[in-house]
């Protein structure tokens, strides 16, 4: 099993059960203790072993969120299950199983939790860059998101990394690493996926400057219907001092919730749909968050952030996928 880095603390429950509520209390976020305990005792060894992250929102009374990024393959799903923390007969398990057995068992889970009611989100990182038509290929991803692919593909959105899928809204979180540089004209056409009214010009000259050139751009897509709801551009590694601007309820988060990493890691992202737009912030905790990033070739603000593999990969223009080419 990997083991946490000497330069940061494996995470203490009894310590974090206390830094959970000073957090919660400064952003004004609910708290469950039983929810808390269950999650800690269903996944120990990944607590243990992964990287521990805090993350919220700028929507005032929002949930306090946690994560572990995994250092190994572990089926969380089943684990989810035998704690009552996710229904065995939820209808997106079929899909995120079928992903989770891509490329001969190479996909990682990892889990985000909600400081009030327990699971939220499985995350899986696809063990490099991806075809997002091999992804989209898989006869368990329903017709109607199937169908979005070759409008992905006509903006650029061709290969994969990340799904994160939420588990309460029945969505899917397509994380894209895009080739660069991101101007307005792709920044306006990847907005307008998700509707909603254009930002203010110097809001996307902001966000523009901090995405990396091959940057990422997550797409959330409900399960059920297969239109686009949002839209996410990130940002990584953010120090304190260089932080674009953020809502307040943002800053707090970033002054409150600890960090015992020695190698902080804040990272922020902007989110735009239809229902509103909004800012998330996510903070590292304990066992090293940047080193895992940097393990899965994520690319940090101030760094050159030109994917060479990305570039060298000749671009996928599948008009659509083969149902069932997948598992």
């Known amino acids: 099993m ?11 429950t009894r310590q974090f059960r206390t830094d959970i509520l000073s957090t919660a209390g400064a952003i004004g976020a609910p708290v469950s203790h039983r929810a808390v305990d269950t999650v800690l005792d269903a996944f120990a060894d990944n607590f243990t072993s992964g990287a521990t992250l805090w993350k919220t929102t700028s929507r005032p009374g929002d949930h306090l969120a946690y994560r572990f990024f995994s250092r190994t393959r572990t089926d969380t799903l089943g684990r989810a299950v035998a704690a009552d923390l996710l229904d065995a007969a939820h209808p997106m398990l079929p899909a995120v199983r079928a992903w989770s057995g891509m490329y001969d068992g190479a996909p990682v889970q990892s889990g985000d939790f909600d400081a009030a009611r327990g699971l939220a989100k499985t995350w899986l ?67 307008a996926l998700a509707g909603g009214a254009p930002p203010r010009p110097d809001l996307v000259a902001e966000v523009i400057a901090y995405v990396p050139e091959d940057y990422c751009v997550a797409v959330t897509v409900p ?27 943002i800053r707090t988060f970033l ?5 015992h990493d020695a190698d902080e890691c804040n990272v922020i992202g902007w989110s735009f749909g239809r229902s ?4 998330k912030a996510e903070r590292s905790y304990t066992g090293n968050m940047t080193e895992v990033l940097a393990s899965w070739n994520c690319f940090f603000h101030g760094q050159d952030g030109r994917d060479e593999q990305l570039r060298s990969t000749r671009p996928d223009t599948t008009a659509g996928v083969r149902e069932g080419s997948t598992p």
């Open 223 to 249: 399960m059920g219907t297969g239109v686009v709801e949002r839209v996410c551009f990130y940002a990584l590694r953010v120090p304190e001092d260089r932080l674009p601007r953020v809502p307040e309820r």
């Open 2 to 12: 990997p083991t946490v880095p000497t330069d940061s603390p494996v995470l203490s």
């Open 276 to 279: 509103g737009d909004y800012v």
């Open 255 to 259: 002054r409150a919730a600890p960090s």
């Open 125 to 191: 990182h696809f063990g490099g860059l991806r075809p997002a038509g091999e992804v989209f290929a898989s006869h368990r991803v329903p017709t109607a998101v199937r169908d979005l692919l070759p409008g992905f593909l006509t903006l650029g959105l061709a290969h994969l990394r990340f799904v994160a899928c939420d588990w309460r809204s029945n969505t899917a979180n397509f994380y894209f690493r895009a080739q660069g540089p991101l101007d307005e004209e792709q920044f306006a056409r990847i907005h």
